[in-house]
């Protein structure tokens, strides 16, 4: 178990500040996505740094050392919206090898950037691939124990 660290019980949450936090998310049934507890070490970032969706960071707002938060995030506050439009269909003999249903495929977009996609279906035709990320479109819950917050602009730590 890790000590809540409590220097300034009365620093809370803001943009900038640096956060010492635990978290788990998880399917609103009930089915655990990720869990930072399984480190013995709190996870520490920025709020604003981009390693929180903005959903998530906005959950952690106001909050304060010794505070836990169980927040429940529809998709345009967590993943975003399931987007029929990141269906593409493309043609099965282009494939290096035969798609398989479920797996996931690394593409390279125009920038030449990595973009991964499920196969949906294949067929001796077409293979369809879906680009939206596995939890589009799906309402989840977050739930989050701060060990430590720093006001933004004061020493606090570093993230290598």
Do not use: C
Not at 48 to 54: I, K, M, R, S, T
Not at 110 to 138: Q, R, Y
């Amino acid at each position: 178990m890790v000590d809540i660290i409590t220097p300034n019980e009365e620093v809370r949450v803001e943009a900038g500040s640096q956060v010492e936090l635990h978290f788990s998310v998880a399917l609103e049934n009930g089915v655990e996505i990720d869990n930072t507890r399984q480190h013995e070490t709190p996870v520490k970032l920025t709020i604003g740094d981009g390693n929180l969706l903005p959903g998530f960071e906005k959950a952690l707002y106001g909050l304060r050392a010794g505070d836990r938060r169980t927040v429940h995030l529809p998709p345009e506050d967590a993943f975003g919206p399931w987007n029929p439009e990141n269906v593409q269909t493309f043609d099965t003999v282009k494939f290096e090898q035969l798609p398989t249903v479920g797996h996931l495929i690394e593409f390279e977009d125009k920038a030449k950037s990595s973009l991964f996609g499920v196969v949906k279906a294949v067929n001796d035709d077409t293979t369809e691939i879906d680009f939206n990320h596995p939890l589009a479109g799906k309402n989840i819950s977050f739930e989050v124990e701060i060990f430590k917050v720093t006001p933004s602009g004061e020493q606090g730590f570093s993230i290598l």
